[in-house]
């Protein structure tokens, strides 16, 4: 993104890819280190969802090096094609109908629904080309209590919610049960590619 624009200059503005309309900038992941910040908040219309992505979300990420210029009208004109945001798209992970870029989620703390704070996300783990897993840091007060090693692989299906505010990410499951999962056992048995 041009260094001319900031965050509070584009909230609220449409987003056009030539003429069409694909969505309106709600805002921005807030963290003390620019680089983890590298999109920005799209909610996305209906039928641009429909057509573009596998599977509709309300919310979507915005890189923020696709902006090219603001329109006369006010608009934020994308510097590439439908297809390539539908590339970009691609490359994200699903959480309650939103899809997030990794750049979103990276240094997370992650917690479990009973409010223990795992750890924090480090990075992903693909599986032939989609997002299955995040991996976490743990604490080590964490690691005596489950017998945990110093980095766990937690299930992209695992993940409940974000908070904005607090900047974490919510399981759908305790972290006992997260630990006896199939899907969690599989990533974490070394049965994934990188």
Partial sequence: MNDEYRI?????????????????????????????????????????????????????????????????????????????????WRNTIRINEQLWAPDELLDRAVMDNDGIDLGNVVSFVKVKRTFRGIVVNTHAILRRKYDLPERIIVPVKQLARTTSFLDELILRCSASRLVTLPSYLALNGGETEE
């Fill in 8 to 88: 509070q200059e584009l909230l609220q503005r449409e987003v056009y890819v030539g003429n069409t309309l694909v969505g309106i900038i709600t805002g921005e992941r807030s963290h003390p280190r620019d680089e983890f910040v590298q999109s920005m908040r799209l909610e996305v219309v209906d039928d641009v969802a429909g057509e573009f992505m596998r599977k509709p979300a309300d919310s979507a990420p915005l890189s923020k090096e696709l902006v090219h210029s603001i329109r006369p009208d006010g608009g934020v004109k994308l510097s590439k094609s439908m297809r390539e945001l539908q590339r970009r």
